[in-house]
């Protein structure tokens, strides 16, 4: 066999499998499997007839399992991520603030923790921040030490 390391590696076989898929191969199939158990004279195939056909291949049922696995992970690693970006928002928040720039990243981060959802304590310091900020700029007191 001239390549035999071809046959032997995963990317093959996914690239084999996505190309078959893709392709067509899978419902060509499928139309195959309906056309035996039809009648020979009669070569139409009612919607109905291959809505049904789809649902029951057992292709079609592990990849509809598959994708509502994907989904679910995807929706337990957004809530996680979610969960992530509000916590690293309040340590940013509640950080000392020791300069104006400083200051004034911690009010964006108030601003995009609060578009979040979050509440509570963040929102006071969100708050507590602003007032500061405001009594800051009125006062032209940049000094934080």
């Known amino acids: 066999m001239p390549f035999p390391q071809l046959f032997a590696s995963p990317e093959f076989w996914s690239a084999f499998l996505v190309a ?4 067509g191969g899978v419902l060509a199939w499928i139309l195959r499997r309906i056309d035996r158990h039809l009648d020979r004279h ?16 057992p292709v079609i ?16 690693s957004e809530r996680d ?33 609060l578009a979040l959802g979050g509440n509570g304590l963040g929102h006071a310091r969100y708050d507590a921040l602003k007032a500061d900020y405001v009594r800051r700029e009125t006062e032209c007191d940049w000094e934080y030490r």
């Open 20 to 23: 078959s898929v893709g392709s």
């Open 61 to 76: 049922l592990a990849l509809e399992s598959k994708l509502d696995r994907d989904y679910t992970r995807l929706d337990e």
């Open 81 to 113: 991520r979610r969960a992530i970006r509000l916590d690293v928002l309040r340590i940013e928040m509640f950080a000392h603030t020791n300069t104006r720039t400083q200051h004034e990243r911690q009010l964006e981060a108030g601003k995009e923790y």
């Open 42 to 57: 009669d070569m139409t195939i009612t919607r109905d007839e291959l809505d049904r056909a789809l649902a029951e291949s």
